[in-house]
Each structure stands twice: as structure tokens, then as C-alpha cells.
């Protein structure tokens, strides 16, 4: 395909013309389509642009114009029948994000592997907590068979053997990626 050639003088006195009648022709369509008439403009325009590459310029300017205006016009209605706005944004479901899931995921595998190399009972006390069955303090306390006086206090030094033995690996990660 050749690169069509910038319109001579009079194709831009035409152009020039054609201005007005486009633009009161889209300000038309465009309250029916309920769309904005620049935008209706700014299509016919891409239309015509496409058409000098391809086949050169209509014979019938005007009249390719009114045309134009009036396909576009009925593409926008038929294309605001099918869509339908979402509920939510995609750009604010990171829930969805494959991204997102994937550094979840392995957030959560080393999240259980450092809670699996702790002392003690703090790898079941911790698991408990961490149980996507909410248990309460007290469910917690029979599970483990120690009082529920002394969870918090437990819960306290296991999660503080659990940061320092995430600490490296956070600034690790963090230095390369």
C-alpha cells in the first residue's frame, strides 16, 4: 500500500467546507445515539482517512459524509445495545489480577513454611490461627490443651519468633526484586 499524497489546495478548501455540515450533522445523530458529537466527528473523520488509503476520495464528498455520519451513528446505538458497563472496574479487581494471584499464592506457601520451622507449639497455634475456620480463643485453647489465659502471651512470643525468622527472608526478597 502506497502513502496517499497530503491533499492539495483545493481538497483543504473542500475539507474546510465540509466542516460545518459534518459537524452540525453529528451534533444530530449524536442526541440520538446519546454519544458526544465530537466523538461522532472524530469516527466519520477515521473513516475518511481509511477510505484515502484504500480507494482514494468519494466522488460525492457531501453526500459520503451525511452516509458516514449516519452508519456511524447507527454502529455506536447498536454497539451501546450489546454493552452493558460492569459492576466493578477491572483495574480495581485485584482479586482477579493473575499477577495478583500468583504472588498470593507464594506469599502464602512461604507464609507456611516459615510457620512450619517454628519451636514448640507455635506451628499448631499459629496454623490455628491462621484456620479458614475462625476458631475463637477458645476452640483454639482445647485444640492445643493449654489455657485460654495463656493464648495471647503464647500467641505473642510465636508470632515474634515468626518475624524474626521472616525478617531476613522480607529483606532478602527485597534487595533483588
Excluded: K
Excluded at 71 to 82: I, V
Excluded at 108 to 115: I, P, Q
Amino acid at each position: 500500500m502506497t502513502p496517499t499524497p497530503p491533499p492539495t489546495a483545493p481538497a483543504h478548501a473542500l475539507l474546510a467546507d465540509l466542516t460545518p455540515l459534518l459537524a452540525a450533522e453529528a451534533g444530530a445523530e449524536a442526541h440520538a445515539t446519546g454519544t458526544e458529537p465530537g466523538d461522532l466527528e472524530q469516527a466519520v473523520w477515521l473513516r475518511f482517512l481509511e477510505r484515502l488509503a484504500v480507494d482514494g476520495p468519494p466522488l460525492d464528498l457531501p453526500r459520503w459524509l451525511l452516509r458516514t455520519v449516519r452508519a456511524e451513528s447507527r454502529r455506536t446505538r447498536r454497539t451501546a445495545r450489546r454493552e452493558h458497563p460492569s459492576a466493578i472496574d477491572p483495574a480495581d479487581d485485584r482479586g482477579r489480577d493473575p499477577e495478583h494471584l500468583v504472588l498470593s499464592a507464594a506469599g502464602r506457601r512461604a507464609l507456611r513454611e516459615a510457620v512450619r520451622r517454628l519451636p514448640g507449639r507455635c506451628p499448631r497455634l499459629i496454623e490455628a490461627l491462621l484456620s479458614p475456620r475462625d476458631l475463637t480463643y477458645r476452640e483454639i485453647a482445647g485444640e492445643l490443651g493449654i489455657s485460654q489465659g495463656s493464648l495471647g502471651p503464647e500467641r505473642s512470643r510465636c508470632l515474634g519468633c515468626l518475624r524474626r525468622l521472616l525478617t531476613p527472608e522480607v529483606a532478602a526478597g527485597g534487595a533483588r526484586g
